[in-house]
């Protein structure tokens, strides 16, 4: 037998990271083997990747040189940056470029930039339709992994670029799910209006990538957009009054609202969400369900995520 290529995963015990580390290992004639890096090797989700039949190594991606030895050796690498652990896309694009020069160094043969769109191609800073946040974003934890895709393209790194969606994820663990009103009625909100927003299970944007690379050089320059649907607030409404069994509002609150919010982050999602309302054609066809599927022919619709889920979602 031909001996395996090792995929090395950045971010292994996170959602992206850790559901293509769980994908390669679960597809046992697929020719590849996983590399699982994290900064602490003794966290519990670290143990648990190791009990899976994970090689699990350490390495930081603020210190460039656990990187450069975290990828010797491998053939191809899936590179993330967390901006929601730090809030600073400066971070998040020094934590990028320091990815791009260990995959040029390494020699590797595929790398996938998990990315976002730049926001000011389309929303200029001179734009006043969205407030500029930190100076100089409009939608900082897009625009940093945007500005950083030149990173790789520039030392000629041979990228995949991978243009993610909005994880179903997030009604468990960013408490976006439906809230209680007033009158015990569960509402949920999203400043969408009636546009469409890709989404996707967290768990899927892994096998995604795990059928990117098994393509090999197929996808190398090349960017590829992956939901699992395109549903409006009131249809993502309608789905989850009927897996939770009782009654669930869209609540349509604009932009400005949301912003107001005054969670960590509300204006950089209060822009995120209305730089997608705005420009629905473009960033939903930049995420083909067509080509979803064919990476991935398990990904799964928001019903199938609900049924898994839906007693994760905090209704508080």
Not at 168 to 196: C, E, Q, S, V, Y
Not at 238 to 253: D, E, I, P
Request: proline fraction near 4%; include cysteine.
């Amino acid at each position: 037998m031909a001996e395996k290529k090792i995929i090395a995963v950045v971010g292994a015990t996170g959602a992206q990271g850790g559901g293509l580390v769980r994908a390669i290992l679960n597809d046992t004639n697929g020719g590849f083997t996983v590399r699982a890096i994290t900064r602490d090797v003794q966290s519990d989700k670290a143990k648990g990747l190791v009990a899976l039949g994970a090689e699990v190594v350490a390495a930081d991606l603020d210190n460039p040189e656990t990187l450069k030895k975290a990828f010797a050796g491998a053939y191809g690498v899936f590179c993330l940056t967390n901006f929601w652990e730090h809030f600073s896309p400066e971070r998040e694009l020094a934590q990028a470029k320091a990815q791009a020069q260990a995959a040029k160094q390494a020699g590797l043969q595929h790398v996938i930039w998990s990315t976002l769109e730049d926001t000011r191609k389309w929303v200029p800073l001179s734009d006043n339709r969205m407030p500029t946040l930190m100076g100089k974003y409009k939608v900082p934890h897009f625009d940093a992994k945007g500005e950083a895709d030149g990173e790789f393209t520039k030392l000629g790194v041979p990228a995949t670029f991978l243009l993610t969606s909005f994880y179903w994820d997030n009604l468990i663990h960013f408490g976006m799910g439906p809230k209680k009103g007033p009158d015990g009625t569960l509402a949920f909100t999203l400043p969408m209006g009636d546009k469409k927003l890709p989404g996707i299970a967290a768990e899927d944007i892994g096998k995604c990538a795990l059928g990117i690379f098994k393509k090999g050089r197929e996808y190398i320059g090349k960017t590829v957009g992956i939901a699992g649907e395109h549903l409006t607030g009131m249809q993502m409404a309608a789905a989850l009054a009927k897996a939770l069994g009782q009654s669930v509002r869209y609540n349509a609150v604009t932009p400005e609202v949301y912003r107001s919010f005054g969670f960590p982050g509300a204006d950089d999602l209060g822009n995120m969400f209305q730089f997608n309302r705005d420009f629905e054609s473009i960033f939903c066809r930049a995420r083909s369900l067509e080509q979803s599927r064919a990476l991935n022919p398990s990904v799964q619709t928001f019903e199938q995520w609900l049924a898994q889920n839906k007693t994760r979602i905090p209704l508080e």
